[in-house]
């Protein structure tokens, strides 16, 4: 959904040297000029005697006749000395602009064009403030249950709104559960600075150091991507899947083994580049200690969560077709229950526990059935005698994420 109308934001601002580069008052060579905004072509064919006033008006023409960019292009200078200068201003106001990669020869192969005879000065996307409040969001989605949320924003008032918002949403009154994906642009610094400011188990925060692909669009492929093999199986690893339409860091700017690992201790998700293809290494929330700030794993890694909530909505669809809907009685288990009464007891919600839990292990979702079934408590509540109360203790399965191996060899 879309927000911010009428916010006062300032939009972020950038701006590319044309006549600076030039070997000569006017292009010298043919060429073609490869430039990206945010990970899309922006090429620009460059004639002989263009001039830099020229060359930048043929630049902005092209951005502007792309209405998906996220930036608009003007030219400012008129004398020859002073033209060619490209001003950039990012279509929507907030932070997000600052993030507007704008780079050229990203390619194998892509080099500057002969008539430069050094490389364009690109100004980088900054200036942009005040995003806006996701706080708005919730009225609207308030009665809609939505299993994951995409958002593309990581100052801390937003990160706090979303938090707070599924924190609530996980409640038992409430039971509207659902889970949380954004990106960010950093180093390894700056992102363990973030993860390290967050502490919530419904939000996964993945980092990429300078990659053309904007932070926003990095969150809707990381997010569309693990949604879509969650709900298909939410106690299955992600890693290895590749985040589409994703253009990877040049290799001088990805995260080493040991810059990932410590991302990981820092809440923060993690990917590797396979042959040019972005993939998810390590897909965990934010979660790293509890109330009390002791380290704590309980919730790090974003199975968990969206094998509880699968097991929830099983067991609420579960108990509510079989006990709430055909509106049973309830009674102790000492009750003898006749045929056709519609008489629940202790027992027989156990019973039809078992049998649910039994099919969870069957589809892997849980383990260990037998000590499920010892530990399972369900018992009459002794003040409301309309109320059963049930322990559950499942065993969750795990992922097979690390393979061991020791060679003891002999020559």
Same mark, same amino acid.
């Given at each position: 959904m879309a927000i911010g109308s009428g916010i006062a934001g300032t939009a972020a601002s950038g701006a590319i040297d044309f006549s600076a580069a030039l070997s000569a008052t006017t292009a010298s060579a043919a060429g073609t000029y490869y430039l990206l905004v945010n990970g899309v072509k922006v090429n620009f064919d460059i004639t002989i005697g263009m001039s830099g006033m020229a060359i930048a008006s043929g630049v902005a023409s092209t951005i502007n006749g792309n209405s998906l960019l996220p930036i608009t292009?003007?030219?400012?200078?008129?004398?020859?000395?002073?033209?060619?200068?490209?001003? #950039?201003? =990012?279509?929507?106001? +907030?932070?997000? +602009?600052?993030?507007?990669?704008?780079?050229?020869?990203?390619?194998?192969? &892509?080099?500057?064009?002969?008539?430069?005879?050094t490389s364009?000065?690109?100004?980088?996307?900054? @200036? @942009?403030a005040t995003d806006p409040d996701l706080g708005d969001v919730w009225a609207v989605i308030d009665n809609t249950t939505y299993n994951y949320i995409i958002?593309?924003?990581?100052?801390? =008032?937003?990160?706090?709104? *979303?938090?707070? &918002?599924?924190?609530?949403?996980? /409640?038992?009154?409430?039971? $509207? !559960?659902?889970?949380?994906? /954004?990106?960010?642009?950093?180093? !390894?610094?700056?992102?363990?600075? #973030?993860?390290?400011? $967050?502490?919530n188990p419904h939000n996964c925060i993945m980092a990429a150091n300078n990659s053309p692909t904007g932070p926003e669009e990095w969150a809707a492929a990381y997010g569309a991507i693990a949604a879509a093999n969650l709900n298909n199986d939410p106690a299955r690893p992600l890693h290895g899947l590749k985040l589409t339409g994703i253009l990877a860091p040049p290799d001088a700017?990805?995260?080493? $083994?040991?810059?990932?690992? /410590? #991302?990981?201790?820092?809440?923060?998700a993690t990917h590797t580049v396979n042959v040019g293809a972005v993939q998810i290494e390590r897909s965990i929330t934010t979660y790293q200690s509890n109330s009390l700030g002791i380290a704590d794993v309980s919730y790090l890694d974003v199975q968990t969560l969206a094998t509880l909530s699968e097991i929830r909505y099983q067991y609420k669809l579960r108990m509510?077709?079989?006990?709430?809907?055909? $509106?049973?009685?309830?009674?102790?288990?000492?009750? /003898?229950?006749?045929?056709?009464?519609?008489?629940?007891?202790?027992?027989?919600?156990?019973?039809?526990?078992?049998?649910?839990?039994?099919?969870?292990?069957? *589809?892997?979702?849980?383990?260990?059935?037998?000590?499920f079934k010892a530990n399972l408590v369900v018992e009459r509540d002794a003040a409301d005698r309309n109320r059963v109360n049930v322990l559950l203790p499942p065993d969750l399965i795990n992922q097979f994420r690390i393979l061991a191996g020791l060679i003891q060899f002999i020559l």
């Open positions: 292009a003007s030219v400012s200078g008129v004398a020859a000395a002073s033209g060619g200068h490209l001003a #950039l201003v =990012a279509v929507n106001s +907030g932070t997000m +602009g600052n993030y507007i990669d704008v780079r050229h020869d990203y390619y194998t192969g &892509e080099s500057q064009p002969y008539a430069f005879s364009t000065n690109i100004s980088v996307m900054a @200036g @942009g958002q593309p924003y990581i100052d801390a =008032a937003n990160l706090t709104e *979303i938090e707070d &918002e599924l924190t609530s949403r996980f /409640t038992a009154l409430v039971d $509207r !559960q659902g889970h949380g994906f /954004t990106a960010v642009r950093a180093t !390894q610094a700056s992102a363990t600075t #973030l993860g390290n400011s $967050r502490n700017s990805l995260f080493s $083994r040991a810059e990932r690992d /410590t #991302l990981l201790y820092d809440g923060i509510s077709n079989r006990f709430i809907v055909p $509106r049973f009685k309830l009674a102790d288990d000492t009750f /003898t229950v006749s045929p056709g009464s519609y008489v629940a007891t202790p027992s027989t919600v156990a019973a039809e526990i078992l049998a649910l839990f039994n099919q969870l292990q069957e *589809i892997g979702l849980i383990e260990n059935f037998d000590d």
